[in-house]
T-cell receptor
């Protein structure tokens, strides 16, 4: 069982709706990542945090995606206005000193 | 930007065979190279990592890293049907920066 907990497991949204998913990182891991994995198994890095502060993020994240990692609360990734192309597996990972652990992902389907 | 390429795209072998998976990366300064296993609908699970030139063995797995040729390989001895999965090669430069994944090799072990 993964030590990184992601919820919900599945998410179905209509185009234009908000989609929000959550992640509880592994205890003691200060860095949290969000990745998008498409149906061709390709990974796209979205954003990462260290102790609640954003380290890096891609342009896509800056526009329709928002993410946060508040202290003492789950991290979250929210898509403000879902598009069909956002349908993918969203993976959260946490790390400490090059030791990465992935969650099981949230499978988003935008119809 | 780091590029990671894996070969072959897919591989079918009989149970008990030795499996060899290949990965090439573009940045010689890449610090950590990881191999992950991913089953359908699940998050990637870390199998083995290597930092120094040479080889590393863990159970049925052996990984070889050649930094001069920017190549790393994973070998699975005595393959089992339960080894059937997508195998992902991933590279990172620093402990807490994003990791870059290859597109994976889909491995099928036939009983």
């Amino acid at each position: 069982n993964s030590k990184v907990i992601q919820t919900p497991r599945y998410l179905v949204k209509g185009q234009g709706q908000k989609a929000k998913m959550r992640c509880i990182p592994e205890k003691g891991h200060p860095v949290v990542f969000w990745y998008q994995q498409n149906k061709n198994n390709e990974f796209k890095f979205l954003i990462n945090f260290q102790n609640q502060e954003v380290l890096q993020q891609i342009d896509m994240t800056e526009k329709r995606f928002s993410a946060e990692c508040p202290s003492n609360s789950p991290c979250s990734l929210e898509i403000q206005s879902s598009e069909a192309g956002d349908s993918a597996l969203y993976l959260c990972a946490s790390s400490s000193n090059s030791d990465y652990t992935f969650g099981s992902g949230t499978r988003l389907l935008v119809i | 930007q780091e590029k990671v390429q894996q070969s072959p795209e897919s591989l079918i072998v009989p149970e008990g065979a030795m499996v060899s998976l290949n990965c090439s990366f573009s940045d010689s300064a890449s610090q950590s190279i990881w191999w992950y296993q991913q089953h359908p609908g699940k998050g990637p699970k870390a199998l083995i990592s290597i930092f120094s030139n040479g080889n590393k063995k863990e159970g049925r797995l052996t990984v070889y890293l050649n930094r001069a040729s920017l190549h790393v390989s994973l070998h699975i001895k005595d393959s089992q049907p339960s080894d059937s999965a997508v195998y992902l090669c991933a590279v990172s430069n620093y402990g807490n920066e994003k990791i870059t994944f290859g597109a994976g090799t889909k491995l099928t072990i036939k009983p």
